[in-house]
């Protein structure tokens, strides 16, 4: 029989091809380090693309520029062209100035007094010799009448001085007869004769007498006469320092000032002319007065006089304008302007300040010639703002250009604009 304790085969373990995939954990190190790798090659392939996509946008833009600038080289740029001519017409030059009274004065007081009347006041129109004021003065008034009774008591002395002469004249002619007869002594013949010549010259002393007190007497006259204060021109009272009842004083040194009086028919316009200029103001020549505040409007004059001689400190000339103002529209003491018509010495080149081009190089000026610019240096005379004065570079006839592009250089082809208008570059 058979054993049944036969032992049973037992069945081996699954081999681990055969089992299920190992699972780890959230936190196992082996998944983090898988992570990080696919990570790091996300970021690598984006800086690839990142980097490409730069270098192909800097080609492009590369490119473009080139291109860009190939086709800015190939345009040729259309310029405004203009003649240069020398300009010989007088310059135009406008001075400041100030217009003053033909004649001005203070009128001071030549007699002691207080003042008993005033007949005019500022503003008053005058003529030569009208009264002005009077001075009541009855001291002096007092002494004019002592004065003319002593030269009345002094021709009568000359009378009396006359009636002696003619007296002792008389007695030496019949002295002299009596001493030749005999009947009178030489002595007494000496002194009727001697008496004659007394006489006589105390005649001559009471005639030089009665001539010092007529003096006396026209002197307090003349001062009695400066009680009645009179205009010394036809003008304009602008002042008045004086009222009735003032006291007024003729002393030489601190004389009491009265009234102002200025001429005002014709005014002179004061006016200072730079060394520039000098050689172009002449006397007799025309002038041209504007006042800002009369827009519009031209007073005219003529340049009267000047002082021939310039200000060593400002190197300018002194000049006077007369200007007719017999209206009385202007006044004294106005600013405004002289504009004057002044000879060139010789002729002007004049350019619009446009067309001057200023770089590391100085001053110079583009010339249009046969399709291309030409830089010329210049040396300039007088910068007028709009326009400039040119002492040297340029010559008439060339054709300057205005508003020359930027970056132009000596050689670029240019064309001229077809309606670049070919009327000559001028200025004042």
């Not at 003096?215 to 009222?243: C, M, N, W």
């Not at 009385?328 to 106005?334: D, E, I, P, S, V």
Request: with cysteine; glycine share 8%; charged share 20%.
């Amino acid at each position: 029989m058979m054993n049944d304790a036969t032992p049973h085969a037992q069945a081996d373990p699954p081999s681990s091809s055969q089992s299920d995939p190992i699972l780890h954990p959230p936190g196992d190190p082996a998944r983090r380090r898988r992570g990080a790798r696919l990570l790091l090659a996300g970021v690598v392939l984006a800086l690839g693309l990142l980097v490409g996509y730069g270098v192909w946008a800097h080609a492009q833009r590369r490119n473009d520029a080139v291109e860009t600038l190939q086709q800015q080289q190939a345009i040729v740029p259309e310029v405004r062209t203009s003649l240069v001519t020398a300009v010989t017409q007088p310059r135009q030059v406008d001075l400041p100035g100030s217009t003053e009274a033909f004649e001005s004065a203070t009128v001071f007081a030549r007699a002691t007094g207080y003042i008993a009347e005033r007949f005019v006041d500022i503003g008053s129109k005058v003529k030569q010799g009208d009264v002005l004021a009077i001075i009541a003065a009855p001291d002096l008034d007092q002494q004019l009448v002592q004065a003319r009774e002593q030269l009345t008591q002094l021709q009568a002395a000359v009378d009396q001085a006359r009636a002696n002469a003619n007296l002792a004249q008389a007695t030496d002619a019949r002295t002299k007869s009596l001493v030749v007869q005999g009947w009178q002594t030489r002595q007494q013949g000496d002194i009727d004769r001697l008496t004659y010549v007394a006489q006589t010259a105390a005649l001559r002393v009471a005639e030089v007498n009665v001539k010092a007190q007529q003096a006396a007497v026209a002197r307090l006259e003349a001062q009695t006469g400066f009680e009645r204060v009179t205009a010394p021109f036809s003008g304009i009272i602008t002042r008045r320092q004086i009222d009735v009842g003032n006291l007024v004083t003729a002393d030489v040194s601190s004389g009491t000032p009265m009234f102002s009086i200025d001429r005002t028919d014709v005014l002179r316009v004061l006016v200072y002319v730079p060394q520039d200029y000098v050689f172009g103001i002449k006397d007799g020549e025309s002038a041209d007065v504007i006042v800002p505040e009369v827009p519009g409007r031209i007073f005219k004059g003529k340049v009267a006089r000047n002082a021939s001689s310039l200000d060593p400190a400002t190197r300018t000339l002194q000049a006077e304008v007369d200007v007719d103002n017999s209206q009385g529209f202007l006044h004294a003491g106005l600013y405004c302007s002289v504009r004057f018509e002044v000879p060139r010495q010789a002729p002007t080149i004049i350019i619009p300040g446009q067309s001057v081009i200023f770089d590391k190089d100085g001053l110079s000026a583009a010339v249009f010639e046969d399709g291309v610019a030409r830089l010329r240096h210049l040396d300039l005379e007088r910068d007028n703002g709009a326009t400039v004065e040119v002492r040297a570079g340029l010559k008439p006839g060339d054709r300057i250009i205005l508003n020359p592009p930027v970056g132009i250089q000596d050689g670029m082809k240019v064309t001229s604009s077809a309606s670049s208008e070919e009327k000559p570059a001028s200025g004042y």
